[in-house]
């Protein structure tokens, strides 16, 4: 199935740095959402965004919408060990009879105490 | 609020079994998502359903899958005959509505393995 490209793929880091990931799609989106999946669960949502240029923050997450609709950015600041999981991105476009959220490849982000 | 409920949690069957696996969305929520998660697919929508009715089933792999969703709390998806290359974790998730500032929430998954 279609899917959207993040990256980077995996990330190690130590903690205490900041984290960027983007996510990339060649439709354009009306919705971005973030999600963050830790190991035997399913994703939970981490922000929404609903506007181009939107900037929202959730703690110490801020997650952008592009300008070009195209592309959504994550960014985790002062990271902790407990940020370890993988973040997804998913975008949808303006529903016309389906209602479908494409999600993207994942990024794996590790925190090195 | 319990949020999506699946069970069961783990399954591990033979090829040529029958697989169900069952899903209650959270109370109030119109639309029911099935999805199947692999390392090398990611997470992939299968069938969604609004208001009990399936409305998009195009990502359905085959007719050995089918889902039903016979009441506004309870979902299945069934998969008969099983096969090795179905082994994933599958995802239930519910939602509000379709409007544009509503989100999707998952519940935890379902961890099928077939030998």
């Known amino acids: 199935g279609q899917q959207l490209n993040q990256s980077p793929q995996s990330m190690f880091i130590q903690e205490g740095e900041d984290v960027s990931m983007n996510c990339t799609s060649s439709?354009?989106?009306?919705?971005w959402l973030w999600y963050k999946q830790e190991p035997g669960e399913g994703p939970v949502l981490l922000i929404a965004l609903y506007k181009a240029g939107e900037l929202t923050s959730n703690g110490r997450l801020t997650a952008q919408f592009g300008i070009t609709r195209k592309d959504s950015f994550l960014n985790i600041s002062a990271s902790i060990p407990s940020d370890v999981g993988i973040y997804f991105c998913a975008g949808r476009s303006s529903p016309s009879g389906t209602y479908k959220y494409i999600f993207g490849t994942g990024t794996r982000l590790k925190v090195l105490a | 609020d319990a949020g999506v409920i699946q069970s069961p949690r783990h399954e591990v069957t033979e090829m040529g079994q029958e697989v169900t696996l069952r899903c209650k969305p959270i109370?109030?929520?119109?639309?029911l998502f099935w999805y199947r998660q692999t390392m090398m697919r990611g997470l992939e929508l299968l069938i969604y359903?609004?208001?009990?009715?399936?409305?998009?089933d195009s990502g359905m792999p085959e007719d050995r899958f089918s889902a039903k969703m016979p009441n506004a709390s309870f979902s299945t998806l069934k998969i008969q005959p099983s096969e090795p290359r179905d082994s994933a974790v599958y995802f239930c998730?519910?939602?509000?509505?379709?409007?544009?500032?509503?989100?999707?929430?998952f519940g935890p998954g379902t961890r099928l393995t077939v030998l």
């Open positions: 109370s109030g929520h119109d639309y």
């Open positions: 359903f609004n208001n009990n009715v399936p409305i998009d």
């Open positions: 998730a519910s939602s509000f509505s379709l409007a544009s500032t509503d989100t999707q929430y």
């Open positions: 439709s354009i989106f009306n919705t």
